[in-house]
């Protein structure tokens, strides 16, 4: 047996520190660190959407006191930052101190990527392999992020690059966590505030991340110390999360189903890039097994997003994309090859006898090897990357772009809608006009990004198809019945949301707008931008209300009823008065009452968290165009409820209504949560150190004595 001296150690240590920052320099260089830190304003599939969310973050909710809250700027209003993730915002707002913005995004957007040979390496230790073999699986572990055979499941470049730089985050995150709990379980420490943080910070990122390494570390409950380990981390983690996660778990209801269709091509799962790694991983797997390692986690990430993936396929479950589970599969993959690989260098080395020069330079060799791999299957990251990061501006099309937001700002405030095209993608991203409200103060988008997160998404998407000459790339969510370029049905149901103005970009486009009346108000390179007849934001209904009270959901009788433009006046509500009447069905023999009167709405204001207007019509319904949610309160008005589609509707009882965006119970109770949990961990770290305060002096009275 070789014997290290402390010194030998020493260089142990930095050959593992100099090759993790070298693999994390590696990600941050095929990123393309010049564009990253050019000040601009990042784009490319999702991200150059995602740039609005810390934006408001900054401008408008913390300066409000507020983490999550209402933005008017998509869909007629949507929750924001409560079905989406706040960790990597918040960290963009901070380092926007110090930083232009575009720069402080972009560096948060590549964290994840950078960070992920450290965790790997991290949660190869917590296992209990040695540092050599550890440092080997970690760099394998992080190159599979370099696999390019997916764009969008999350955890790889083109995935990150394509705006799932939050599922990166978490990721790593995870791994972390796992490493915690994996050496506390295998130490016999129980639990760790350290576990219960990375698990919170995991959370914040991603939620589907989360919901796997909480899957993965159940194996751990089955050993000495494992429950106390496990769920300590478990409930003081949801403890730090609760001022998020409570209000998360309570509005699940009003959250939009896109109506994934499971993945089915089992080329997915075992990808081909997949394959060599595979037969190292047995390999791996089996020589940790035999060595008595702490395998039931890692064993865990492998076996259950596969297992999940053929699952949700089977029973058609449409809640989840079932392929976003699979990063997990793939980085466990790469992580067993890697550590095989490491412990065949260990045994090598030792048969021609340890030195410290042999070892490290043999585990720094097989390291490289992997990243030498990975760099020669690298074919589109960094062009995704230099597109990404040189921006909106960037862009030889940006003058065009620009003059189209400079055109909509000269306008007076209104919504805008815009016409669904991927040739849009030439400015950057093909979602580049949901950024109307970003760079035009007053002229938000109907359509946004965070499909999820607002019940008004089917309905402005099926409205997108009847304003728009491409169904391909307009209708995300699957099992609608989208229409192309028909105006008949795309203007009463732009009125609906009270939309403003309408965006052409095909010339098929702006000749069916102006064959249907509209008013074209400006000509700007390809766009056009037409006036919409006067559809105000909060109106009195002429006809009595009804509320649902059939079999099926609300949603899927709101679309039905959507589907019928002549009886967009017969409007249905999910609750409402006990005097209003019930209708079990969406049917043209439903005959309602008309309301007697005409009635005047005026002063009518509104911003993120506040509508308010004055009637004539006390005791009348009104609609409010802005998408329901159970956050809205009333003061001179009962209700609000949900109306069909997915608006607001309230009966005044006196002449000025206000609506405000509150906390409700589950904000209140998450916030209680989360600081009953720091208090108690801040009165833990008081009574440590009284007791480390206390320790010296009982042992100088006992010497004493």
């Not at 380092?95 to 190869?124: M, N, Q």
């Not at 914040?204 to 494992?226: D, E, K, Y």
């Not at 002063?603 to 004539?616: K, N, R, Y």
Request: no cysteine; hydrophobic share 50%.
């Amino acid at each position: 047996m070789t014997t290290f001296t402390p010194h030998s150690a020493r260089i142990g240590r930095l050959v593992v520190l100099a090759t993790l920052v070298v693999a994390g320099l590696f990600a941050f260089v095929v990123m393309q660190p010049k564009e990253i830190f050019t000040a601009n304003t990042p784009t490319g599939g999702d991200m150059g959407a995602h740039v609005l969310v810390p934006a408001f973050l900054r401008d408008t909710l913390l300066p409000s006191g507020r983490l999550m809250g209402w933005s008017m700027d998509w869909y007629a209003g949507f929750p924001a930052l409560y079905f989406y993730f706040p960790l990597p915002a918040l960290t963009i707002v901070a380092l926007d101190v110090l930083l232009p913005y575009g720069v402080a995004f972009k560096l948060v957007t590549v964290a994840g990527l950078v960070a992920l040979p450290g965790a790997s390496y991290f949660f190869a230790r917590g296992m209990g392999f040695s540092r050599p073999v550890a440092t080997v699986g970690g760099i394998a572990g992080s190159s599979f992020a370099f696999m390019e055979s997916y764009t969008i499941y999350g955890g790889n470049t083109l995935s990150t690059m394509a705006g799932e730089y939050s599922f990166s985050w978490s990721l790593a995150l995870s791994l972390v966590y796992l490493g915690i709990v994996i050496r506390n379980v295998r130490e016999g420490k129980g639990f760790t505030l350290g576990a219960a943080i990375a698990l919170a910070l995991t959370a914040l990122s991603h939620v589907i991340t989360t919901l796997v390494v909480v899957l993965a570390s159940i194996p751990l409950l089955l050993r000495r110390r494992g429950p106390a380990a496990v769920v300590g981390a478990w409930t003081v983690g949801f403890g730090l999360t609760a001022f998020w996660a409570l209000p998360l778990l309570a509005r699940l209801g009003y959250t939009n189903s896109m109506n994934w269709h499971p993945v089915r091509d089992l080329d997915v799962v075992f990808a081909r890039p997949l394959w060599p790694m595979l037969l190292l991983a047995v390999g791996g797997f089996a020589w940790a097994i035999s060595r008595r390692m702490v395998m039931g986690p890692a064993l865990a990430l492998m076996v259950v997003p596969v297992v999940a993936f053929y699952l949700i396929e089977y029973i058609d479950y449409r809640e989840l994309y079932n392929p976003r589970l699979l990063p997990y599969f793939y980085f466990t993959t790469f992580l067993f090859a890697g550590l095989f690989v490491g412990m065949l260098v260990v045994g090598v080395v030792r048969r021609f006898g340890v030195t410290p020069l042999r070892l490290w330079g043999a585990t720094a060799l097989a390291s490289a090897v992997f990243l030498v791999v990975a760099g020669l299957g690298i074919a589109q990251a960094t062009n995704w990357a230099r597109w990404n990061f040189t921006g909106y501006e960037g862009k030889q099309t940006f003058p065009e772009y620009q003059a189209l937001m400079e055109t909509i700002s000269e306008l007076p405030p209104g919504r805008v809608m815009w016409e669904g095209d991927n040739a849009l993608s030439k400015y950057g991203t093909s979602m580049a006009l949901m950024l109307t409200g970003y760079w035009s103060e007053g002229h938000p988008s109907m359509e946004g990004l965070l499909f999820e997160s607002s019940i008004t998404v089917p309905f402005h998407f099926l409205t997108v198809s009847e304003t728009s000459k491409a169904k391909s790339g307009t209708g995300p969510v699957s099992g609608l019945r989208y229409r192309s370029l028909d105006f008949g049905r795309g203007v009463p149901h732009m009125a609906l949301y009270g939309v403003d103005y309408y965006v052409s970009f095909s010339e098929a486009a702006r000749v069916a707008a102006e064959d249907a009346g509209l008013e074209k108000l400006a000509t700007t390179g390809p766009f056009a931008v037409f006036d919409l007849p006067d559809a105000p934001l909060v109106e009195p209904a002429t006809l009595q209300p009804a509320v649902w009270a059939g079999d099926a959901e609300f949603q899927d009788a709101a679309i039905e009823w959507f589907d019928d433009v002549t009886r967009l006046d017969h409007w249905i509500a999910e609750d409402g008065p006990d005097d209003w009447p019930r209708v079990t069905e969406i049917s043209a023999a439903d005959v309602r009452e008309p309301i007697a009167g005409t009635y005047e709405v005026s002063d009518i204001e509104i911003d993120h968290h506040h509508v308010s207007f004055s009637t004539t019509g006390v005791g009348v319904p009104h609609v409010v165009k802005v998408s329901y949610f159970p956050n809205w309160q009333a003061d001179g008005a009962e209700g609000p409820w949900r109306v069909t589609p997915s608006l607001m509707v309230v009966v005044p009882t006196q002449e000025d209504v206000v609506l405000a965006f509150r906390h409700t119970p589950a904000e209140y109770a998450g916030l209680g949560l989360s600081v009953v949990t720091y208090a108690g961990i801040a009165a833990w770290f008081l009574v440590q150190h009284r007791r480390r305060r206390e320790a010296p002096a009982v042992e100088s009275e006992s010497i004493e004595a």
